[in-house]
């Protein structure tokens, strides 16, 4: 075993951090599954009717009641559909009488390659505009950063894809109007999805980069010459990254949410339109399957970013011997990696 | 923009008025829809479908030729009406349930505060939309969903606000009075708890409303013919191109909401807004002049020599003469170091005392530009930087990186503070080093900061530039930061309070490093501590300073000896001396420091000295040879032992 000692040494944080996702998820599930209690209608008047073309005989009502083993009581069919969900198996849609687990599989590469297009477009432009926020003065130009990120997070998502489909679409013909057809078919989806969380992560660059920027380490590192940008990109971001990760995750999490809205703008064939269907028709099961996927990776992608700030900041690790002395890759240097089992007690003053 | 106060003459709440203007103007188109409406905002009129705006319909009519004016402010009105019902519920939800949780304590606040956690975890959207898909759209479905969604933020805040007034004597008082539960949850916990959630509220409506027009946007929200604005944003997209009258006021009124909501969330959470690192971005000058002007009061301290006079003294590292400071608060200027005069040899050591606010920190880094963005530098402060001298005074940036870590290094007074914590030893020295232009491969330079780090007296280097800050002891980050300013060979170093908070014996270790690195560089040093005794066996000279002025400085000895100014005579008899006997009880100076050097027309010590004489509240004494280099402010003058009155020991001692 090469575990190395500052992973070692910050394993007990990540366990507990491991055990409330869990918790976490666990109640997602069982929130996600009480959904069918609170159903209006018979959910297996709803398939027989699918399966016939038209309203169902009481006994094929209740042929498919006990197919689908709904007469066993709420715990029972919790546990049951919990361990089919972990194998992928849904069950049947409602809608359409097909399984869902293939059609969850088929759909989630779409929603999953949107939300990392959008992702870069956020972080990028986030990042970029938190950064020179926090850099400038109270001037116009700062007012207007401000001011632009938060109207960016105040628009709806619907009437921003409107915007841009009469600007891009119709009077210029950049890119289709809706689809998924070629790269150019994805501008408007990122840029949709990507911009308001832009600017709700610029905010947040902006104010903790500004406090990081505050502290005595950078005076020290004015003191000795250091370079704007070196002060920028070494102390600034680095000790702001604790609150601009969880709100990186957090973003990358509303983003997964947010292709609910936008799939079903374009007609992309993702989770999000999947899930927007399955609510409008009332197809419980498809419903329960798409919100507990989305939902899993919203909650994962938020505390993803826990478990990473737990990860990069050195004074998380545990102090011990071991991770003291433990080889650590340079950030600023050239693949200088430091391999060395060498001991020499860094921590106790000479006196 | 709107935030940070006074800066265009609006007062703050007049401008947080403005910024909810919108919600305003929401809740009144809202309520007043029926009134304000020029017609039934559900009346077919096919003949006059997608007309453009006229005198008749101002928002022009839609594909049904439904005046949009009408359907927008009825749309105001639903998404208040909805709006309204998921605070209400919500709150009402969330607030008792956190109430009562907080209240309680013990393991039902854990379960409750538990779901509380897990319930703002969840994506809201994603909620509503899973309780619409199962109930079907409608108005009370839609009110429903949105209030699974909200909730959970009101039950957390008024849980943390009762169980901080759990505890309270308060409460203990009115049980003993005899008050039972839900009185005192009713009557004394509730309206507390609920007052953050209704500031909170005013900035969730934003939310809400982008909420229920996304929801009707999608078909699950508000359903047709009901005027909505999401719901009239999708019924309109097919004519969108054509129609551009459908297609902007429903979105801006989305907009307006939401963004108003949002600004305001954002002024009620921040604070006073910190200045930003201006001084990298833009040019000194404009600093400089805008706070020259209240600066530019004439120096009241007339030194030896006259700033006409003033040439680099060949043998004078640094050279600074009527130094002042000014900081801009609430808008008006104030001066924190004033008229300051020094001067350091090279191979000398200048000791700046003095106590804690008396500017003795200011007046030694703002020579180097290492203040606070807004602090305003006058005066003039010589360098000699080797190739002749150099104003520091008003040094554009990049200038200043030539001197800064070169030419002059410094120590600052708390090393956990001053490293940056998720950089190691190593990464710090190095970056110094390059800094200097020593070094330019990477193993050349961590070569240069080995014996850096050995220099300064550090065992195993190798090992210690691999650690982090927080994985050494104080003493040892003190080292450090001396290796990280010795990287450029300065000819100048600035040590600020260096032995704070380390314990006697490492302290006499670091003094002893400053004075060996004295003598092997020849270096010229300003030491700036609050304690004479730190300073006592390194100082070749001693500059006292008091609400930011000097007021007394001289060589070390005499000085010392033969304190001249009463503070100086105080501070000496606080320090604790071998030879007295044990008992002695030692004489502190009554009153308390943190006067600035401007706020008073008379001598700033005159209320704490106890030889003050009447004129001392009028006068303010100036710096006066007393002989040699000796100088000292006092109206007392010329001074000497005698001058001590018995009544002052009577008074400071038993």
């Not at chain 1, 078919?185 to 104010?207: F, I, K, Q, T």
């Not at chain 1, 999490?253 to 899930?275: D, H, M, N, S």
């Not at chain 2, 300013?485 to 014996?505: I, K, M, Q, R, Y």
Request: charged share 15%; aromatic share 4%.
């Amino acid at each position: 075993m090469s575990v190395p000692g500052w992973l070692r040494s910050a394993s007990g944080d990540v366990g507990r951090w491991a055990v409330d996702t869990a918790g976490v998820l666990l109640a997602l599930s069982a929130g996600t599954f009480a959904l069918v209690l609170l159903a209006r209608g018979d959910p297996a008047a709803v398939l027989a009717a699918t399966r016939a073309g038209r309203a169902a005989t009481p006994e094929q009502i209740e042929a498919v009641r006990v197919e689908l083993r709904l007469d066993a009581p709420a715990p029972v069919r919790y546990l049951r559909w919990l361990a089919d969900a972990s194998t992928g198996d849904f069950g049947l849609s409602l809608r359409t009488n097909t399984p869902i687990g293939p059609e969850i599989a088929d759909r989630i590469g779409v929603t999953l390659g949107l939300v990392a297009g959008s992702a870069v477009v956020a972080l990028v432009v986030g990042v970029g505009v938190g950064v020179t926020g926090a850099l400038l003065g109270r001037g116009l130009l700062r007012g207007a950063l401000r001011v632009g990120a938060l109207l960016a997070t105040s628009v709806p998502a619907f009437w921003l894809s409107y915007l841009l489909v009469l600007l891009l679409a119709l009077r210029l013909s950049l890119v289709p109007t809706s689809g998924m057809t070629g790269p150019a078919s994805w501008v408007m989806p990122m840029a949709v999805l990507g911009l308001p969380a832009a600017g709700a992560l610029s905010r947040v660059v902006a104010v903790t980069l500004r406090e990081a920027l505050d502290r005595p380490y950078v005076l020290a590192a004015q003191a000795r010459g250091s370079s704007p940008l070196s002060i920028v990109f070494r102390d600034g971001l680095p000790n702001a990254a604790g609150p601009i990760l969880s709100v990186a995750g957090f973003t990358i999490g509303t983003l997964l949410v947010g292709t609910v809205v936008v799939e079903q703008i374009f007609g992309w064939p993702g989770l999000g339109a999947y899930f927007v269907r399955a609510a409008a028709a009332r197809d419980v099961p498809a419903l329960q399957a798409s919100a507990l996927v989305l939902g899993s990776g919203f909650i994962l992608a938020n505390r993803l970013a826990d478990v990473m700030q737990i990860l990069i900041d050195p004074r998380s690790r545990r102090d011990s011997e071991v991770h003291a002395r433990a080889p650590r890759r340079r950030r600023d240097g050239g693949g200088h990696v430091a391999a060395t089992g060498h001991k020499a007690d860094a921590r106790t003053e000479t006196t | 923009m709107t935030a940070g106060h006074g800066r265009r003459g609006i007062p703050a709440g007049l401008r947080t008025a403005l910024v909810a203007l919108p919600l305003s103007l929401f809740a009144i188109a809202g309520l007043l829809a029926p009134v304000l409406a020029p017609a039934d905002p559900a009346a077919n009129d096919l003949a006059a479908s997608l007309l453009p705006p006229s005198a008749d319909h101002l928002l022009g009519t839609d594909q049904l030729g439904r005046d949009q004016l009408s359907r927008l402010l009825h749309g105001a009105q639903i998404s208040l009406a909805v709006t309204a019902a998921v605070l209400g519920i919500s709150m009402t939800v969330g607030v008792v349930t956190g109430t009562i949780a907080g209240y309680l304590g013990g393991w039902a606040d854990r379960v409750v505060s538990r779901i509380i956690d897990i319930a703002v975890a969840l994506p809201g959207m994603l909620v509503a939309l899973a309780v619409i898909g199962v109930r079907g759209p409608g108005v009370e479905n839609l009110v429903l969903a949105m209030s699974v969604w909200v909730w959970a933020p009101y039950a957390r805040i008024a849980r943390a606000r009762t169980a901080s007034l759990r505890g309270s004597p308060h409460l203990d008082a009115l049980r003993l009075l005899g008050a039972g539960p839900a009185r005192i949850v009713g009557r004394h916990l509730l309206p507390p708890a609920l007052a953050p959630c209704l500031v909170y509220a005013s900035t969730d409506v934003g939310a809400i409303v982008l909420g229920v027009a996304t929801l009707s946007f999608l078909g699950l929200g508000i359903p047709p013919p009901q005027a909505e604005w999401g719901q009239m944003l999708i019924e309109g997209r097919p004519y969108l191109a054509s129609a551009w009258w459908l297609a902007y006021p429903p979105g801006i009124a989305i907009t307006a909401v939401v963004f108003a909501s949002n600004l305001l969330g954002e002024r009620l959470a921040a604070g006073a807004e910190r200045p930003s690192i201006l001084r990298w971005v833009l040019p000194h000058r404009l600093l400089t002049r805008a706070a020259g002007r209240a600066a530019s009061r004439p120096p009241a301290t007339t030194g030896a020599i006259a700033p006409s006079t003033m040439s680099a003294d060949d043998r004078s590292v640094l050279q600074v003469r009527d130094l002042s400071v000014t900081y801009r608060h609430d808008g008006a200027q104030r001066r924190v170091v004033a008229d300051v005069s020094y001067q350091i040899k090279r191979g000398q050591i200048l000791a700046l005392v003095g106590e804690t606010g008396s500017g003795k920190t200011t007046a030694a880094l703002a020579p180097f530009g290492l203040l606070d963005p807004t602090a305003v530098v006058t005066g003039a402060a010589l360098l000699d930087a080797g190739d002749g001298a150099r104003q520091l005074v008003g040094l554009p940036p990049h200038e200043r990186r030539q001197i800064n870590g070169r030419r002059v290094g410094v120590v600052f007074q708390d090393s956990l503070a001053a490293l940056n914590p998720l950089r190691t030893i190593g990464a710090h020295v190095d970056e110094a080093v390059r800094n200097a232009g020593r070094g330019s491969r990477h193993g050349a330079t961590r070569q240069v900061t080995e014996e850096l780090l050995r220099l300064v007296g550090l065992p195993d280097p190798t090992g210690i530039a691999r650690g982090f800050p927080h994985q050494l002891s104080g003493g040892m980050r003190q080292r450090v930061q001396i290796a990280i300013a010795l990287a450029g060979e300065p000819d100048l170093l600035v040590a600020d309070e260096p032995t704070s908070a380390l314990d006697v014996t490492v302290q006499a270790q670091l003094l002893d490093l400053l004075a060996r690195l004295r003598d092997e560089l020849n270096m010229a040093m300003i030491i700036i501590s609050h304690d004479l005794a730190v300073v006592t066996r390194l100082a070749d000279t001693v500059a006292v300073m008091y609400a930011g002025r000097i007021v007394e400085t001289g060589p070390f000895a005499t000085v010392i000896g033969k304190p001249d100014h009463p503070y100086t005579r105080g501070l000496l008899d606080a320090v604790p001396r071998p030879g007295a006997p044990p008992g002695t009880r030692f004489r502190t100076m009554p009153g308390r420091s943190g006067a600035g050097p401007d706020d008073t027309s008379g001598c700033a010590f005159a209320s704490r000295c106890p030889v003050a004489l009447p004129a001392c509240v009028q006068r303010q004494p100036i710096l006066v040879a007393l002989g040699g280099a000796h100088r000292s402010a006092c109206l007392r003058q010329p001074g000497g032992p005698s001058l001590m009155p018995e009544a002052a020991v009577g008074r400071n001692g038993d």
